[in-house]
Nanobody, 124 residues
Framework: QVQLVESGGGLVQAGDSLRLSCAASGRTFSSSGMGWFRQAPGKEREFVAA????????YYAGSVKGRFTISRDKAKNTAYLQMNSLKPEDTAVYYCAARVGVGLSTLQYEYNYWGQGTQVTVSS
C-alpha cells in the first residue's frame, strides 16, 4: 500500500519558518515528480511547489516564490517544503503528492498519490 505522510505543520507567527516533510512508503518515488499543494478554508486546493525526479528542476507558485523551497532526499524517499517568511495568507492544509511521471507538474490531476495533509496556521 502506497502512503504519503506529511509532518511538520503547526502554529507559528508571521515571519517564522517551518519545514514540512513528506515521507513515502509502499514504493519508491525516486523516479517520480512530487509536489506540494494547499487548501485554505473556503478555497479550492491550489498548487504550491513541484520538483522533478532528479531534484534539479523545481517550480513555484508566484505567491510563494522566493520564500518556499522544495527539495527531496531520494535515499529517504522523502520530500520537503521549507517555508520562510510565513504570512497569515499561507494558512492552509498542506498536501504532498507524487506522480508516476518523472517530470514536475502544477496540475493536481497529474498526481497519482496524495497525503492526508498537515495544518499550517500563521498568526499575525
Amino acid at each position: 500500500q502506497v502512503q504519503l505522510v506529511e509532518s511538520g505543520g503547526g502554529l507559528v507567527q508571521a515571519g517564522d519558518s517551518l519545514r514540512l516533510s513528506c515521507a513515502a512508503s509502499g514504493r519508491t518515488f525516486s523516479s517520480s515528480g512530487m509536489g506540494w499543494f494547499r487548501q485554505a478554508p473556503g478555497k479550492e486546493r491550489e498548487f504550491v511547489a513541484a520538483i522533478g525526479w532528479s531534484g534539479s528542476s523545481t517550480y513555484y507558485a508566484g505567491s510563494v516564490k522566493g520564500r518556499f523551497t522544495i527539495s527531496r532526499d531520494k535515499a529517504k524517499n522523502t520530500a520537503y517544503l521549507q517555508m520562510n517568511s510565513l504570512k497569515p495568507e499561507d494558512t492552509a492544509v498542506y498536501y504532498c503528492a507524487a506522480r508516476v511521471g518523472v517530470g514536475l507538474s502544477t496540475l493536481q490531476y497529474e498526481y497519482n498519490y496524495w497525503g492526508q495533509g498537515t495544518q499550517v496556521t500563521v498568526s499575525s
